[in-house]
């Protein structure tokens, strides 16, 4: 079955930048484009990004551009999310998802989940 | 930017009720709207994309409508497991998620 296996847990002290992995199973993974979303606790969901493990093309949100990088190697179908000059406020819950659409269509909504990784950045 | 607001922000039905919750975009984003449900420890589930069109294996009770830049997520006959956190997301532009509507027991 389609799965998508997140790294542990981190703790973090502020500015500096924590990297996220999330392996991809059960699908050809060049085929479907991975957001990352996070939820800070208590607090709604947050879109960060997308990348096209196809091509490896990236669009961040405007509120992460400079401080977020994705990745992905095709070799082990993994993506990864670096976030960087980490703040307390960006303790949160990161997960990946999958869009529900293939790479050749537009993204368009967000279908299977990764579990979460929690992240504290504490001092 | 577009802004995605969403009312009510909190509501207290009982089973059997028919929950509407709406969400408003600030600029046009054609039928370019999702659906999520959120349970706590639990990741969010996809029910309705493209406004209108509910996931499969979704119940039928859920429906989703557009009117301009008004969305509406409508539930019908509420369950005991639809008690959750809903979400609308708009993938005209980026991907950016409403603040969420709180759906609990009165």
């Known amino acids: 079955q389609v799965q998508l296996v997140q790294s542990g847990a981190e703790v973090k002290k502020p500015g500096a930048s924590v990297k996220i992995s999330c392996k991809a199973s059960?699908?050809?993974?060049?085929?479907?484009?991975i957001h990352w979303v996070r939820q800070a606790p208590g607090q709604g969901l947050e879109w960060m990004g997308i990348?096209?493990?196809?091509?490896?093309?990236?669009t961040y949100a405007q509120k992460f551009q400079g401080r977020i990088t994705m990745t992905r190697d095709t070799s082990t179908s993994t993506v990864y999310m670096e976030l960087s000059s980490l703040r307390l406020e960006d303790t949160a819950v990161y997960s990946c998802a999958r869009d529900r659409v293939t790479t050749v269509a537009n993204p368009d909504a967000l279908d299977i989940w990764g579990r979460g990784t929690m992240v504290t950045v504490s001092s | 930017d577009i802004q995605m607001t969403q009312s009510p922000s909190s509501l207290s039905a009982s089973v059997g009720d028919r929950v509407i919750i709406t969400c408003r975009a600030s600029q046009s984003i054609s039928s370019n709207l999702n659906w999520y449900q959120e349970k706590p420890g639990k990741a969010p589930k996809l029910l309705i994309h493209?406004?209108?069109s509910l996931e499969s294996g979704v119940p039928s009770r859920f429906s989703g409508s557009r009117s301009g830049t008004d969305f509406t997520l409508t539930i019908n006959s509420l369950q005991p497991e639809d008690f959750a956190t809903y979400y609308c997301?708009?993938?005209?532009?980026?991907?950016?998620f409403g603040p969420g509507t709180k759906v609990d027991i009165k």
């Open positions: 059960g699908y050809t993974f060049t085929t479907y484009y």
């Open positions: 493209a406004a209108s």
């Open positions: 990348i096209n493990p196809s091509g490896g093309t990236t």
């Open positions: 997301q708009q993938s005209y532009t980026d991907f950016a």
